[in-house]
């Protein structure tokens, strides 16, 4: 509570070009912060797509690996089946070499061909599942292939990374411990606009100085009048086409024309 009425009480101290000034320092700030992220390229978002396509591999490869258990049991259980069938046809071909009647040596012949059928389809079913099984080994090993590539690019861009941020993290720690401390000075009202309309912004520039004329952002023309106020400090002007935050080229310390 201390701190936001320490905070309350320097806004109301400041000058609206103290404030004007302490954005522009600010804005300064993060484009450089932007500069350093820009020098990590594309890195940070290639090293978080190809863990993800490692997690991705990994499943599947476990994936496989279940259906080709399973298919393996299910092999396992067909000759099981097989096997009860054989000893069924053995026992019922004994038993038709002491029937008493045609009746009942037709009805074992009926129930052994029904057997036969069964060991057929039995068979049938073995070697589709024998099949798939294959079909399932040759998927693991294609993806255990690509699992280790993927892993082995990782671990370059990994390097890269970690060099480039070795290099540049000293620079952008004071980069923004400088920022925190101005955003302190800040109204947090004009902070929060700042920052809505930089975020909006596709070059990162929420604060610009009026160039030959114009927005330094969007480059459009801004009227006599309008310049007139920029230069007087006396509120904060916006450029109406872009929404940017206005300032002289003097504030900014740039010399005109």
């Known amino acids: 509570m201390a701190t936001e009425k320490k905070t309350a009480a320097a806004d109301k101290s400041l000058s609206v070009e103290q404030r004007l000034d302490a954005l522009y320092k600010l804005q300064t700030i993060l484009s450089e912060i932007d500069r350093i992220k820009t020098l990590r390229g594309e890195l940070p978002l290639e090293v978080k797509d190809l863990e993800d396509e490692i997690e991705g591999l990994k499943t599947r490869i476990q994936n496989f690996k279940a259906e080709a258990e399973e298919l393996r049991k299910n092999v396992a259980a067909k000759k099981v089946e097989i096997q009860q069938s054989q000893d069924a046809i053995a026992k019922w071909t004994d038993q038709q070499n002491n ?4 009746k009942e040596f037709d009805f074992l012949a009926k129930e052994i061909g029904f057997k036969q059928l069964e060991i057929e389809l039995c068979e049938k079913r073995i070697r589709e599942y024998t099949e798939l099984c294959d079909r399932k080994n040759q998927d693991v090993a294609a993806a255990e292939e690509a699992l280790e590539d993927r892993n082995h690019i990782l671990a370059e861009k990994k390097g890269e990374l970690s060099e480039i941020i070795s290099e540049t993290k000293q620079d952008e720690e ?4 400088q920022a925190k ?37 969007c480059f459009n023309r801004i009227p006599a009048q309008r310049q007139v106020e920029v230069k007087m400090h006396k509120k904060i002007i916006v450029c109406e086409y872009c929404g940017r935050i206005l300032i002289d080229p003097a504030l900014a310390g740039v010399k005109e024309d």
Do not use: M, T, W
């Open 174 to 177: 004071k980069l923004r411990e």
């Open 181 to 217: 401390k101005l955003e302190e000075q800040i109204e947090p009202r004009l902070l929060k606009a700042f920052k809505r309309i930089r975020s909006n912004a596709r070059n990162g520039l929420g604060v610009v100085y009026v160039q030959r004329n114009a927005c330094g952002g």
């Open 99 to 102: 029937v008493r009647n045609n």
